[in-house]
């Protein structure tokens, strides 16, 4: 059995900045589908020039119907533009999002790899971390990879 140090009882923050992370939980439960799609939409895109709703289902685990009103969301959204009878094409902010939760995704992995987990779980980690984590975290990170570069050296 694995036994975690637990840190003393600490007395609870004020109710304000207590909310504070609560909120910030919430408006990253909503963007995180359309990190998630427009992500997928992208690496599909590079990898095999087009972008599909029936290929987006099955690499998303969900259904068809599903996808097409979360496209629908992201085109109103302005994050790509669906075409009848072609694929779905990105737009400028559709790639850049998708470009932000990439960077996201590899720097919160990398961290994790540094830190010994292991391969399969630190992407289905970062997966998560990737949506919820800051700026000022992913700033840390990024020091902390820099500092560990330079002590192989």
Do not use: N, W
Not at 15 to 29: I, K, L, N, S, T
Not at 61 to 84: E, F, W
């Amino acid at each position: 059995m694995i036994r975690h140090s637990v840190p003393s009882a600490r007395p609870l923050v004020p109710p304000d900045v207590h909310a504070e992370g609560f909120q910030q939980v919430r408006q990253a439960h909503r963007q995180e589908l359309a990190e998630d799609y427009v992500e997928l939409i992208d690496d599909l895109i590079r990898d095999c020039g087009e972008a599909r709703q029936v290929d987006i289902a099955a690499r998303l685990g969900v259904a068809q119907p599903t996808v097409a009103r979360m496209l629908k969301r992201l085109d109103a959204q302005g994050l790509l533009a669906l075409r009848r009878y072609r694929g779905i094409a990105l737009t400028d902010a559709g790639r850049l999002l998708a470009e932000s939760s990439r960077r996201r995704h590899q720097l919160c992995e990398s961290v994790l790899l540094a830190l010994g987990v292991g391969r399969d779980a630190a992407r289905r980690d970062a997966e998560g971390m990737e949506h919820h984590v800051s700026e000022e975290t992913l700033q840390a990170f990024s020091r902390f990879l820099a500092r560990r570069q330079c002590e192989k050296k």
